[in-house]
């Protein structure tokens, strides 16, 4: 079982900002893309972001688009989701992932198709 480990969520007021990090085993940092799932009570999980492997594609979804940023850090295996401007609309828990699937689809896939989950970070927007 792969250990991914979210940290950074927390409480903050709309148009505040918060930095998500989630930090992978080496092996797997290196070869696999990253990213972003949220969830709320009662809902599915969603697709957030994603960044390729190479760290040079990135991939959001459109309520995210221009206030969200993704990259990720080699030398200490880590993956950042910069989130600025939040809205209360962001509130969930927020899980981090690692496949070698095309992160280009992982908006379209099923969550079955995910195997590798963090433990999940909560963020709270409020007004």
């Known amino acids: 079982q792969v250990q991914l480990v979210e940290s950074g969520g927390g409480l903050v007021q709309a148009g505040g900002s918060l930095r998500l990090s989630c930090t992978a085993p080496a092996r797997l940092f290196k070869i696999n893309n990253m990213g972003w799932f949220r969830e709320v009570p009662g809902e599915e999980r969603e697709f957030v972001a994603a960044?390729?492997?190479?760290?040079?594609?990135?991939y959001f979804r459109d309520s995210v688009k221009g206030r969200f940023t993704i990259s990720r850090d080699y030398s200490n295996n880590t993956v950042y989701l910069q989130m600025n401007n939040l809205k209360p609309e962001d509130t969930a828990v927020y899980y981090c992932?690692?496949?070698?699937?095309?992160?280009?689809?992982?908006?379209?896939?099923?969550?079955?198709?995910?195997?590798?989950w963090g433990r999940g970070t909560q963020v709270v927007v409020f007004p």
């Open positions: 960044i390729s492997w190479a760290g040079v594609d990135t």
């Open positions: 992932t690692s496949e070698r699937i095309d992160p280009s689809v992982w908006g379209r896939l099923t969550l079955t198709s995910f195997i590798h």
